[in-house]
């Protein structure tokens, strides 16, 4: 499946598109091309006034619940928390 996103605004420091109303093709879930390069999606996505950055992750994670401990321990919660 590809899906080219239009009109967005990348938000990325490390990238020479950051700040850059742009096109994005995502191919197979991962980016194939940004730019003038990024069309022929089977699908597209208009994204104006939307922003396109990395990937985000939670920092924090509570498990383990005071007098609950026995319903989850560290490789449940880490199974739990990649789902």
Known sequence: MSVTITDVTI?????P?????????????????????AAGGRQTLAAKGAYLSPGWFD???HFCDPGEEHKEDLDSGRAAAMA
């Open 59 to 61: 920092l924090q994670a």
């Open 11 to 15: 938000l990325d420091p490390r990238s």
């Open 17 to 37: 598109f950051h700040g850059k109303k742009t096109n994005v093709l995502i191919k197979q879930g991962k980016i194939a091309a940004i730019g003038q390069g």
